[in-house]
């Protein structure tokens, strides 16, 4: 974590002030010799060289139930997402660029969008540098999880149970959805 240190100035007082930052778009080589992002990432950090052949060929290849989509739209107002998931995973790989293609036809206010990227290797096996995984229960990536005023309302994990645009619908109505994997503990 990036500890970055800013002056105020209010009233002709100056006020010191310690910000965390976490660290963007973080390449690493993993010890298998394969280039994977690394914590808090971007959409744009997926245009890299090493991750935009299987982003966008996902991302364009994807049809969006265009009619869910619609219902979908107004739902999202004031939630959040935070996305976990490992460049390094097949799963990540195919399911990541249409959850993007869905939140972005959606209209989603992406600044309300989190991604962070795990690792994948013995030290590191789906954990983050900066641990914002931890307590969350990231057992399998993809995990999409919906937030509504700072509350868990929700997760996607993995794959679909039905499709992406009917498995958010259900989380965002907040009517039972339960996702594969929901049986497991950290």
Not at 47 to 66: A, L, R, S
Not at 97 to 109: C, E, Q, S, V
Not at 132 to 140: F, H
Request: with cysteine; hydrophobic share 40%.
């Amino acid at each position: 974590m990036v500890i970055a240190v800013f002056v105020y100035t209010i009233s002709n007082k100056s006020i010191l002030a310690q910000v965390k930052t976490p660290i963007l778009n973080q390449e690493i080589v993993n010890e298998n010799g394969q280039p994977m992002l690394l914590g808090h990432c971007s959409i744009s950090a997926f245009q890299k060289d090493n991750f935009k052949d299987w982003f966008n060929t996902n991302f364009n290849g994807f049809v969006i139930d265009t009619a869910t989509v619609e219902l979908i739209k107004p739902l999202l107002k004031k939630k959040t997402i935070a996305v976990f998931l490992g460049t390094w995973c097949g799963d990540s790989k195919l399911q990541f660029p249409r959850m993007i293609k869905i939140l972005l036809t959606a209209g989603f206010d992406t600044s309300r969008l989190t991604i962070i990227t795990v690792g994948n290797g013995a030290d590191m096996y789906k954990k983050s540098p900066q641990g914002e995984e931890v307590g969350l229960n990231i057992q399998r990536v993809p995990t999409l999880i919906v937030y509504h005023k700072k509350k868990e309302i929700g997760r996607f994990i993995e794959y679909p149970v039905v499709s992406l645009e009917k498995d958010l619908l259900r989380i965002l109505l907040q009517d039972g959805y339960i996702p594969n994997y929901s049986n497991l503990k950290e």
